[in-house]
């Protein structure tokens, strides 16, 4: 009996190093910065319907844990820059599974901050060393899923793309069906909860 349960102890512990070793290969790094897309399908004014918003954002996560942070801040609406002094900040804070990233962002506005929740999966990786044991793992480069925003009860698809000395890495452009042009400051003045467009380079110009 005694040398039953020293086997199978031998054999538990060989199968939790072997099961831990793939799950830590497994995990991905997200360490670096990103751009990330959106485009609204659904929101409470129609008008914002096909809206395209992008931010910039450097993430951090630990190699051997779930947490993810990041900071950054809106550089894009309808596709076009918008000029350095009309972006605003976001933070993000979530987790990271094998095949998933959650993200919860908080967005300043011109008037207000609202919060928003990415729900994003990987689809474009590659193996690469690591420093950590088991020493390679997924360096993922494109995420893509969806997003939901409280500002304008927003909600359509996202994609996450790195970026590498600025530029992105190889992947196709960003659609957004329909997208639509910036939100006209009637719309701004509304009474009802709306997502904050803030002004592009065109437009800034005229403030």
Known sequence: MLEFIKYASVAFTATTA?????MQYEKFRLDGEWQIDTCTETADLSTFEGLHL???VFLSDDPLAAPVVGNGEKV???FKPIAPRGRFPVSFVGTKE???VSLTGRFE???RASTGRFELAPTLTRR???GYLPFYQRNVNVLEGTFALTAGNARGTA???RLIEGEPVAAEPFVCEGAITPIPPAAEDAPEPVLEADPVEDS???T
């Open 98 to 100: 094998i095949n998933r």
């Open 18 to 22: 072997v099961v831990t070793g793939w």
């Open 128 to 130: 690469t060393w690591s």
């Open 54 to 56: 992008a931010w910039r």
């Open 159 to 161: 994609r996450a793309v």
């Open 109 to 111: 506005g011109a008037r």
């Open 204 to 206: 800034a110009d005229e």
């Open 76 to 78: 894009e609406e309808a």
